[in-house]
């Protein structure tokens, strides 16, 4: 096995550079143009590209061609192998690829036995060399689209791909002669490709990155301050993806073909079984777009044709359990993070399920109407859930493209990534309307240090003020509504909506509430200008040792002062 | 981040008697940190990577030590341990899926109802890791899949939120036993209990459900508790155990006797639950000592009551008693010294009667003594003159006034000293107008 620093790095002038979201069922393939990212379609025109290589006569298929072989060519024909790299054939799920070529275990590595040449036997092909070749595909396709030879990348792997996974991912890309500059956190690649838009502010905000692939569905936490992200919390799930509601079509048009021929399961004939699944897919994705789609496959099974209309409140209807269970899983990683929904500023819905408006408008319904819920049918501006990824491997491989592979490395060190977070908010008192003091914050809680925050405050009358800065934490204030006092017979029975007004009142309210928690220091800024404004600037430093600075907006001196770290 | 956010709500005015060095007083540090790894993503993470590293090279054991200190996002699936496979179970046919136990099926024996949404998806992967065909195929194993299909089976039941409860409703496995009386006598009542109710409360449509507690249970605590569980709003249902009804469309009628058959079926082995349940109650409030506490102790205090009053009672009863005694006696005593006034009243005017029978003697004798104031003897005529006369003064006077001139009569004998009496007397008598002038000439 060659050591890590004997791998060979592009010289950064040489470097072309592309981002890879490398998926279980599809694969996206980026780069930046005038530093924007660009999602490149292959030579069938695709930007989502199935994860499938498949052999027939000597000749190599990928994406959408080799995923139409799965009906009369599965068994050399790979799918969902990306999960399998660097794993002991122990640990794999082969679910997915029941309908096609089976993983096998040989001498201690995962290999599929594919007939790859035109004659002779056929070949054992380990899942780092099917990788390699898928990889080389895509690299050609965006080769072919910049118009120069791409030999580097960035590539996204879910956050729990383990060492060993990203060791075998960088050799079989290297193995494809495909550098890879990074490998990066697929819900950070999202979170980046949103931040990277012009338009984009830089708020400290706490993003929930709901990635809802076709196998697994993967939700993360983030702090993102100050333009630096942290993962707080995340879940993965093998349970609820994508092709359960493929399953879900499946078995519903399965049933009704049942029932309209004497009772023949096209599930129960393997070539059946392709052509539904494979209609079906396509059935869900139009049922994103129109309230209508229209499902047909000639010679369904036993030669009989089959076409059917469904539509989406029925689709809804059928697939409601797997919509609930992605609700019940967001909300399951927010509180293992600790947090509440209301905590919550961004939703980001990423990966092709995402796509599903009614998977959106459930999340909608979960959060407060101030969290952003970033999907193409609940927020005009979303991006593309399928190309969030690719996006932001892109925009990631032109930041870095530059630097030489050492200097990469080293940047990446956990010596410079593991660094102190503050648990709370800092901030400082102020007054509310009833004279009540108020926690204001200045440095949200889960910031990164070293930080620097900095606040105007009001100081309406002037005089002389007293800058309190003392530590914030939250906590969520439930008040249950007031039981409602029956009007009799005052209203009329036909006011239609005051059944549903009663349904809302009822509903408890949730507000997140500053706490005031322990003093750090007191300052006085003296003789302030009516209605002037005083400035406070906190900086907390590597060993957390806090420095205040504070004077009136526009005026001269001012106070500072610091605290010692803990 | 340059800019500065607005703040509109004012300040804290500076109290007047503040006062510090340079107008700063340092009081405390940060309290709350954790080492967390932030992504080396995005352009602000170069920036933070060039202050980090300045020039700095960093080690392999850099790498090690920095990994220990952060805090873990991801947990390792390895550590969990696992429950081992009966062999038993492994043989059980797929089709016989409504008897198996899920729960055990997944390796989650011990979680049962408890267990996590997460833990039977995690708990599902290990199994289909373990047992999928595919990968038995793969490794030149011939065994059926029908393990396989019951743990998928499982897996579909316990991802369910309705199927799930439908098969807790029934799961017998984590049902906790009433303690027998003998059992709850050795001393852990409130344990054995307790942990009946906890698992119970797992059917309770309102949570959190109020805790048995223990011996030191406030009565209003006690209350509630049973108040609620007398209230129990249960979830629980039994439509896992309906039997099969015929998915055909030929033996309608069949098939509708069935659907009715599971229904009755169902609603009276809810109404046994309840039945259950209430029962369950009963022993559990029957030998609770905490409820004879209260009731002694409210016993106590109603005796308290009911003495008090009593006594009250009782001592108005006596004082009625005696109040009339008293007055009864006063009455008497009135009585009987009316009684003995009216006799000495009698008696005194007897007396005086007597007296005055006796003074009128003296008087007429005095005349008589006298000799009727004749010289001689007296002629009739003049002795009843005499005696006519002083019969007329008698009428006239009252019987002191006898009284007082029969003393001035008695013991005189010569005849002009009583004439003389006499005499003033009839005089006193016309002085006060009693008698005319001429009256009584006899005796003047
Ligand atoms: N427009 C759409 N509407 C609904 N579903 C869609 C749409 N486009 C793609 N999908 C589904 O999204 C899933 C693929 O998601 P994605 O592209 O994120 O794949 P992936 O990351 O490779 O998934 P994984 O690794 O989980 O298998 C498939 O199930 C696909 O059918
Ligand atoms: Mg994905």
Known sequence: ?566 | MATATVVSRPLLALPADWSAEKDFKPIGSITAFTQRTIEPVGPHFLAHARRARHKRTFSEDDRIQAQERAQKVEKDEESEESEAEDPMMLQREAKDWKSQDHYQVLGLSKYRWKATEDQIKRAHRKKVLKHHPDKKAAQGSTEDDNFFKCIQKATEVLLDPVKRRQFDSVDEKADVDPPSKKEAAKGNYYKLWSRVFKSEARFSKQQPVPVFGDENSTKEDVDTFYNFWYNFDSWRSFEYLDEDVPDDNENRDQKRHMERKNTNARKKKKAEDNARLRKMLDDCSAGDERIKKFRQEANAAKNKKRLDKEAAEKKAKEDARLKKEAEEKAAKEAEEKAKTDREANKKAKEAAKNALKKNKRVLRGSVKDANYFAGGDAAPAQIDAVLNDVELVQGKIDADEVAALAGKLNGLTVADEIKAVWNAEVKRLVDAGKLKEGEAKNLA
């Not at chain 1, 994860?51 to 024909?77: F, H, I, M």
């Not at chain 1, 404004?533 to 430093?541: C, D, L, N, R």
């Open chain 1, 1 to 566: 096995m060659a050591e890590k620093s004997a791998t060979p790095g592009v010289a950064p002038g040489d470097r072309c550079a592309i981002g890879i979201s490398f998926g279980n069922s599809y694969s996206s393939i980026a780069c930046t143009i005038d530093d924007s990212p660009v999602v490149i379609a292959n030579e069938d025109g695709d930007r989502q590209i199935p994860t499938v290589l498949s052999y027939v006569d000597g000749e190599e298929y990928t994406g959408n061609q080799a995923k139409a072989l799965l009906v009369r060519n599965p068994k050399n024909t790979a799918v969902a192998f990306k999960d399998f790299l660097g794993q002991d054939f122990k640990s794999i799920d082969p679910t997915h690829c029941h309908a096609a070529a089976h993983p096998e275990d040989k001498n201690g590595t995962i290999s599929f036995t594919i007939q790859d040449q035109v004659e002779g036997e056929p070949s054992t092909l380990s899942v780092s060399e099917i990788s390699t070749r898928y990889l080389r595909r895509l690299v050609q396709s965006a080769s072919d689209y910049i118009g120069k030879k791409v030999t580097s990348a960035v590539v996204t792997v879910p956050t729990n791909f383990g060492e060993k996974q990203r060791d075998a991912l960088i050799k079989a890309a290297q193995a494809a002669d495909l550098e890879i500059l990074q490998l990066v956190n697929e819900p950070i690649a999202s979170v980046l490709a949103y931040d990277a838009r012009p338009e984009a502010k830089l708020e400290d905000k706490i993003v929930v990155v709901a990635d809802l692939g076709g196998t697994r569905s993967d939700v993360a936490v983030i702090a993102s301050r100050g333009g630096l992200y942290t993962l707080l919390a995340t879940a993965h799930d093998y349970e609820f993806a994508g092709a359960q509601l493929d399953k879900v079509l499946m078995d519903h048009f399965a049933k009704e073909f049942m029932k309209k021929n004497a009772n023949v399961d096209p599930r129960e004939n393997a070539k059946s079984l392709a052509k539904l699944k494979a209609e079906s897919e396509a059935t869900k994705k139009a049922l994103s777009i129109g309230t209508n789609a229209n499902f047909s496959v000639e010679s369904l099974a036993e030669g009989i044709d089959f076409q059917l209309t469904i539509n989406r409140l029925r689709y809804e209807t059928i697939a409601r359990k797997v919509f609930e269970g992605f609700n019940r899983l967001v909300e399951g990683v927010i509180k293992k993070a600790g947090l509440d929904v209301l905590d919550i500023d961004e939703v980001i819905l990423s990966g092709g399920t995402s796509h599903t408006p009614r998977i959106a408008s459930n999340l909608r319904s979960i959060f407060p109407g101030t969290t952003a819920i970033l999907a193409p049918s609940t927020s005009p501006t979303a991006l593309n859930p399928s190309e969030l990824q690719a996006r932001g491997a892109a925009l990631q491989a032109s930041l870095i493209q530059e630097y030489e592979s050492d200097d990469i490395d080293q940047s990446t060190h956990p010596a410079v990534t593991t660094v102190n977070h503050i648990s709370n908010a800092i901030g400082v008192l102020t007054v509310s309307e009833d004279g009540e003091e108020i926690f204001t914050p200045i440095i949200a809680p889960e910031t990164a240090v070293p930080a620097r925050r900095t606040v105007h405050v009001e100081a309406k009358d002037g005089g002389n003020v007293l800058v309190k800065v003392v530590e914030g934490g939250t906590h969520i204030k439930v008040t249950k509504p007031e039981p409602k006092v029956k009007e009799n017979g005052t209203k009329e029975d036909d006011d239609e909506d005051s059944d549903f007004d009663s349904e809302e009142e009822e509903e408890e309210h949730r507000e997140k509430i500053w706490k005031i928690g322990s003093t750090l220091a007191e300052a006085a800024i003296k003789d302030v200008k009516k209605g002037g404004k005083v400035e406070v600037a906190i900086t907390v430093g590597n060993d957390l040792s806090v420095i205040i600075t504070t004077r009136e907006v526009g005026g001269k001196g001012g106070v500072r002062g610091s605290l010692k770290a803990p």
